[in-house]
């Protein structure tokens, strides 16, 4: 059974920073791809950011140079630093783990992050 422990969301002013935490059990996390993606009140599901089973790592337009994502595949763990938060950010964070080979895919349950003075 795939289980995922999200942390690290909470209120924010702008410009602050947070860093959100991912910690997935039941699959072979070094052959996963690890990404983070965000859903506002209204919107789609958008893409934040992506790392590869290679590290390689990919962002939104919105978020480049302000999150880095990264793993840490002892704690079959990826992380996302978030810095110089906007209201803009607000939104539920999802964690998702996508096999290398793309036929599984699986979700985390959200952690809210919220930036607002």
């Known amino acids: 059974q795939v289980q995922f422990v999200e942390s690290g969301g909470g209120l924010v002013q702008p410009g602050g920073s947070l860093r959100l935490s991912c910690a997935v059990s039941?699959?072979?996390?070094?052959?996963?791809?690890m990404g983070w993606y965000r859903q506002a009140p209204g919107k789609q599901r958008e893409m934040v950011a992506v790392i590869t089973s290679r590290g390689s790592t990919s962002y939104a337009d919105s978020v480049k140079g302000r999150f880095t994502i990264s793993r840490d595949s002892a704690k079959n763990t990826v992380y996302m630093q978030m810095n110089s938060l906007k209201p803009e950010d607000t939104a539920v964070y999802y964690c998702?783990?996508?096999?290398?080979?793309?036929?599984?895919?699986?979700w985390g349950q959200g952690t809210q992050v919220t930036v607002s003075s």
């Open positions: 039941g699959i072979m996390f070094r052959f996963y791809n």
């Open positions: 998702d783990a996508v096999s290398a080979a793309g036929s599984a895919t699986y």
